[in-house]
Nanobody
Framework: QVQLAESGGGSVQTGGSKRLSCVLS????????MGWFRQVPVKEREAVAL???????WYADSVKGRFTISKDNAKNTLYLQMNSLSAEDTAVYYC?????????????????WGQGTQVTVSS
């Protein structure tokens, strides 16, 4: 059974940086597409950054140039480096793992989810 455990959330000031981590257990992270999603109240969960088993990445337009997704297959760990944060980045961030090696932005593509970690950006 695949399990995901996120860490690294918290409060940060506008313009600051944060790094989220997600450890996958129960399978090899290298075989799966993995990604980060975020959700704010009354809005649907949205894809932020994805990385396939081939290392190809995808970013939402709103985070391009500011966020970087990476994966350490030896540690079975996914990261999201977030820079130049703004209030619009405030959300609960979720780590997700698909069964397939390639990615989709659709939430239903992902079979496993972490519990979520809150990131709050304030001035």
């Amino acid at each position: 059974q695949v399990q995901l455990a996120e860490s690294g959330g918290g409060s940060v000031q506008t313009g600051g940086s944060k790094r989220l981590s997600c450890v996958l257990s129960g399978d090899s992270a290298g075989r799966r597409c993995m990604g980060w999603f975020r959700q704010v109240p009354v809005k649907e969960r949205e894809a932020v950054a994805l990385v396939g088993s081939d290392g190809i990445t995808w970013y939402a337009d709103s985070v391009k140039g500011r966020f970087t997704i990476s994966k350490d297959n030896a540690k079975n760990t996914l990261y999201l480096q977030m820079n130049s944060l703004s209030a619009e980045d405030t959300a609960v961030y979720y780590c997700a793992a698909a069964r397939a090696p390639y990615c989709s932005t659709r939430t239903e593509w992902y079979a496993s989810w972490g519990q979520g970690t809150q990131v709050t950006v304030s001035s």
